[in-house]
C-alpha cells in the first residue's frame, strides 16, 4: 500500500511533464492550462491521500506525534513547487521554439 501512495504521490509531476509536452505540441485535445490546473489539483488531493493514511496509520500504532504530518506537508508543497517549474520550463522552451 505504501508504494502505491508514493507512486500516486509523484505522478502528477510525471503527468504534468510527459502530457503538458504533448499539449503543448498540439497533440492533445487538452490545453495546456489545463493540464497544469489537473496536475496541481491532483498534487493537493495525493498529499491529502497520503496524510490520512499516515494518520490511519499512527492512529492504529498509537504514536502520537505529529512530526511526519509536518514532513508530508513539507513535500506535498515541494512537489507543487515542482510542478510549477516544470510548467515554467515548458513555456519557456515553447516560446524559444517559436
Known amino acids: 500500500m505504501d508504494i502505491i501512495l508514493l507512486?500516486?504521490?509523484v505522478l502528477p509531476v510525471v503527468?504534468?511533464?510527459v502530457i503538458g509536452s504533448r499539449s503543448m505540441r498540439g497533440k492533445m485535445?487538452?490545453?495546456f492550462w489545463q493540464v497544469g490546473t489537473i496536475s496541481i489539483?491532483?498534487?493537493i488531493l495525493a498529499t491529502v491521500l497520503m496524510l490520512m493514511s499516515m494518520a490511519h496509520k499512527l492512529?492504529?500504532?498509537g504514536i502520537n506525534d505529529g512530526l511526519g504530518f509536518v514532513a508530508i506537508e513539507a513535500l506535498g508543497v515541494l512537489m507543487v513547487v515542482i510542478i510549477l517549474i516544470v510548467i515554467a520550463i515548458q513555456l519557456i522552451n515553447?516560446?524559444?521554439?517559436?
Open 29 to 31: 485535445k487538452l490545453k
Open 7 to 9: 507512486v500516486v504521490f
Open 59 to 61: 492512529k492504529k500504532s
Open 41 to 43: 489539483i491532483s498534487q
Open 15 to 17: 503527468f504534468q511533464f
Open 94 to 98: 515553447n516560446k524559444r521554439k517559436k
